[in-house]
């Protein structure tokens, strides 16, 4: 089956930094997704890897080892409106998005 | 960025009753759509693939008779949730890729409530 595994909670500090795990097996790979939820909205994008190594963008990086089935998400400066739900999800061989469980970050002052 | 909008963004129905709810691409046309549904504190659960010009794509345990899924144009889809019920009641997204295997757009949600 297809799965995708991500932490449930996790709790960090304003200014600090967070790294939220997302490891996957799926039935083929066409990239990799990373979202961010905040409480009763649509998710909205947040990182696409689809080849090994880490994307920066701003304050958030997305990295990507396709032979470990394993992405990061890295979160600096935390501020705390990044208090959200983070979901991993990854475009199997049919192109479906496959999702994580997300992932509740909790920033606290 | 490419615009994707639902509405309504809310609604209250009484059991029993339809509620349609639509999915436009504003600024882009979209054969495919997806539409999604996510209880509180969950994760979002892919419901169906809308097709344009074609019949939708039901995951496994999604009744298409009772989630009725019409995608008329390059722009819009539609979910009527039929006879609908208390256990019903949820958050629904539809999302529509710009190309095959691109970032997906999402719409703003609606929020279903069936008392």
């Known amino acids: 089956g297809q799965n995708i595994d991500q932490p449930t909670e996790m709790t960090a500090t304003e200014g600090a930094i967070v790294q939220i795990n997302c490891t996957y097996q799926?039935?083929?790979?066409?990239?990799l997704f990373w979202y961010q939820q905040h409480a009763g909205e649509a998710p909205t994008f947040l990182s696409y890897?689809?080849l090994d190594g880490l994307e920066e963008k701003g304050r958030f990086s997305s990295f990507l080892s396709r032979s470990k089935g394993y992405s990061y998400l890295l979160l600096k400066e935390l501020q705390m409106k990044d208090s959200a739900s983070y979901l991993c999800?990854?475009?199997?061989?049919?192109?479906?998005?496959?999702w994580g469980a997300g992932t509740k970050l909790i920033i606290k002052p | 960025g490419a615009v994707v909008s639902q509405h309504p963004s809310w609604v209250i129905c009484k059991s029993g009753t339809s509620v349609k709810i639509e999915c436009r691409s504003l600024?882009?046309?979209?054969?495919?759509m997806f539409w999604y549904r996510q209880f509180p504190k969950q994760s979002l659960m892919l419901m169906a693939t809308?097709?344009?010009?074609?019949?939708?794509?039901?995951e496994q345990g999604v009744e298409k008779d009772k989630f009725l899924i019409n995608h008329a144009s390059l722009t819009l889809s539609t979910l009527t949730v039929t006879s609908a019920h208390p256990e019903d009641s949820s958050f629904y997204i539809c999302?529509?890729?710009?190309?095959?295997?691109?970032?997906?757009?999402f719409g703003p949600g609606t929020r279903l409530t069936v008392t």
């Open positions: 999302s529509a890729p710009t190309d095959e295997w691109g970032e997906q757009y």
């Open positions: 600024d882009f046309q979209a054969t495919t």
């Open positions: 809308s097709n344009e010009g074609s019949k939708a794509t039901y």
């Open positions: 799926t039935s083929g790979f066409n990239g």
């Open positions: 890897n689809v």
């Open positions: 999800a990854v475009l199997d061989s049919n192109y479906q998005l496959i």
